[in-house]
């Protein structure tokens, strides 16, 4: 017997000839896919109406925008928590186009994000110090609601907060998810700052940024229980450098702020994850270091040698741009010729002048004699140099008669790479 299948509609078949084994088989055949059939139809539309219950809180999910976007929490200082409102009017003001002003402040009751610098605490009142001319109104709450709160604290400016949500278990409940997602992609909010300092920093710059590994080995000030302080001191911790993770230092200490200026949980012999970005021209070691975080858990210690295992590749891109724009911007000397040496220091000295002067020799085989390298850097600095003699590196300078000019490290103290000594190459080359 021969039966042939002809389609009637999306998953229905039926028989075009066949006895009554075939309309059996006909029957079951199109019973079950019939089912699967409408088993699928009734649950798109469920699926689809869970996702729109799901974002269907609007003023809640108005608070997952900034919680997904950690560049602008680190830039703009966000942060949450569940407070309750202690102020909330409007107030008549002439330099409003609306002719009022809202003045709204919270109390904090529990902290669930925060950044680095930020003093916030249980108690603490959080309110704008400035003129706010909203062009939709705040909720008119009273004093006393619970609410869950993002505010971005802007340098003189105070706290900028979006509008506030009514506080439910079940809201409280999604934020702390989507916190719980941030913290596993970025750790913790200091984490999330160094991560994003490390993703256009150079080594080399002025500002001498490092990240590294250590262990506290004092914090001071020491409390002296019944002698009164004269001065406030921010208490400090010094932190013996284990590993460094980016950047060139070669003391055995930095000075690291406190998290949120409180040691009193750090102990000594605690290990750390440090980022520094002080030590300036006028400033030599020890650093001092802005951002530490005594949470040096394997994961996290793996997380921050990821970032800077991206931040060294990255950091070739912004050095060959760097001296795309220096040529682009430099109009051309007869006597000042762009060069590029790839080699390692001879020699590490200083000139008449007190500069830095590096007796470099080339090993492309171009340049018999080792070449004068000049660092044009600030009389009062006092970091050294980051050239190590024998080290492989690229250099980029301006020759003028028997000296290269260095004017930016950043630039003239180059990793040693096949890739990067090419392409400053070419646009050497391709500079007319």
């Known amino acids: 017997m021969h039966v042939r299948l002809v389609s009637k509609t999306p998953g229905m078949f039926t028989f075009a000839r066949g006895d009554a084994a075939g309309r059996r088989i006909k029957l079951i055949h199109n019973l079950a896919l019939g089912l699967c059939w409408w088993l699928w139809s009734v649950a798109l539309p469920a699926a689809g109406l869970a996702q729109r219950e799901d974002r269907g809180d609007t003023t809640l999910w108005a608070l997952h925008a900034p919680v997904e976007d950690p560049d602008r929490l680190a830039k703009k200082h966000g942060f949450l928590f569940v407070g309750e409102i202690s102020r909330n009017e409007e107030i008549h003001q002439r330099r409003c186009a609306s002719g009022l002003e809202g003045k709204i402040a919270y109390r904090v009751n529990q902290v669930l994000w925060d950044y680095p610098e930020s003093l916030l605490r ?35 400016q105070g706290d900028n907060c979006l509008a506030p949500v009514m506080f439910t278990d079940d809201r409280l409940s999604r934020v702390k998810q989507w916190i719980a997602e941030l913290s596993a992609q970025e750790g913790n909010p200091e984490l999330l700052k160094m991560h994003h300092l490390l993703r256009d920093s150079l080594e080399m710059a002025p500002n001498r940024p490092l990240l590294l590994l250590g262990k506290v080995i004092q914090v001071t000030p020491q409390r002296r229980l019944g002698v009164a302080q004269s001065i406030a001191m921010l208490p400090t911790m010094h932190v013996a450098v284990s590993r460094l993770l980016w950047g060139y230092y070669k003391e055995p200490e930095v000075n690291a702020a406190c998290p949120h200026r409180d040691c009193s949980t750090v102990p ?110 600030h009389w009062g600095t006092m970091a050294p140099i980051a050239v190590e003699v024998g080290k492989p590196m690229i250099t980029f300078c301006v020759q003028r008669d028997d000296v290269c000019y260095i004017g930016d490290e950043t630039i003239g103290i180059v990793e040693d790479s096949d890739q990067t000594f090419q392409a400053i190459q070419q646009l050497i080359e391709s500079t007319p």
């Not at 706010?132 to 709450?141: G, I, N, V």
């Open 122 to 156: 249980p108690g603490y009142t959080v309110s704008k110090d400035f003129i706010d001319c909203r062009h939709t109104s705040l909720p008119r709450w009273e004093p006393g609601t619970r609410v869950i709160v993002y505010c971005e604290a802007l340098a003189g």
């Open 268 to 377: 000594v012999g605690q290990n750390v994850i440090v980022y520094c970005e002080a030590m300036g021209v006028y400033n030599g070691p020890p650093a001092y270091c802005g951002l530490a975080t005594p949470d040096a858990s394997d994961e996290n210690v793996q997380r921050v040698e990821h970032w800077a295992a991206q931040a060294r590749e990255h950091q070739r891109v912004l050095i060959v741009e760097q001296i795309r724009k220096y040529l682009a911007t430099h109009h051309s000397d007869p006597r000042s010729v762009p060069m590029v040496y790839r080699g390692h220091a001879a020699s590490v000295g200083k000139a008449d002048n007190g500069l830095p002067l590096v007796h470099f020799a080339d090993t492309t085989g171009k340049f018999p004699e080792p070449v004068n390298l000049l660092f044009l850097r």
